[in-house]
């Protein structure tokens, strides 16, 4: 039987344990992502900050909007990103006449070899792991909620039958900001189903350079893959494990309700703004906080407070270890 005392001390080291790990686990998952950010960054020149968000939003679990000029890599991207990560990709090009069936999937009437008929379900592109809806402006609004629910609830549902999406899901949507004519803007009550709006703008002198020389040689850098499915599902699991220290939760709401002109005090806001952001954005700045902390844990993690039994936040500027219990 152990005594007062040892049974003190062993719960005492019990969070230690915990904490021990946690850091470990952080650390592994921030030498990934580094890895996971160079290899994109073989094929994808002078879009750092954007494939830094890129990464921060799968790894939050959401989706994003990426909105840039053609030719800038869009596709690219997203198909570098796939492969990094290990997942089942696939790629729809929206159109005015894309219909959701074409999207979902849709039943079909078989015949059997006795005469029997029935339906049977035949999945669309959407069930992927990361899909790339190309230029979803360009599709109807029908089109657009189909797939919007799609994202917002993980499953598709056809003649009244859910079928659930692989996970993890992601959905990497592009927008052409030129030839409005013709096109379908998503209204601002369904943009929120985007974690983030990505804008992509024209490399710097010298990564043109590097690209304009590396795109047409002979041979072109190749991608490593360093994630699968399940390995990021793990780390969106970790990412919200990390806890948040007291001052960023101030700021996320400091900047939520500052937006709303109810509770804001700002003159630009409540003269120019008429619904401000609601409790999901505080949701979604939460979880890309924590994500980004993870992200740059292998620096951050690289000086400063650290060790055993020491507690754990997310700060501006990533992973930060430090005051002992």
Partial sequence: MNTPNESTAENTSAPHRDETGLVAEIEETGRLLARARESVGRVIFGQSHVID???????????ALLIGVPGLGKTRLVEALGRVLGLQDSRIQFTPDLMPADILGSEVLEETGDGARSFRFIKGPIFCQLLMADEINRASPRTQSALLQAMQEDRVTVAGENYPLPQPFHVLATQNPLEQEGTYPLPEAQLDRFLMEINISYPDDAAERHMMLATTSVSEDQVETVFDGEKLAQAQRLVRKIPVGESIVDAILHIVRAGRPE????????????WGPGPRASQALMLACRARAARRSSRALGGGCSGVGQASSATPNGVKFCGAH
Avoid: P
């Fill in 53 to 63: 968000l890129c990464l921060i939003t799968l790894l939050s679990g959401g989706h």
């Fill in 263 to 274: 509770s804001s005090d700002m003159s630009v806001v409540i003269e120019n703004v008429s």
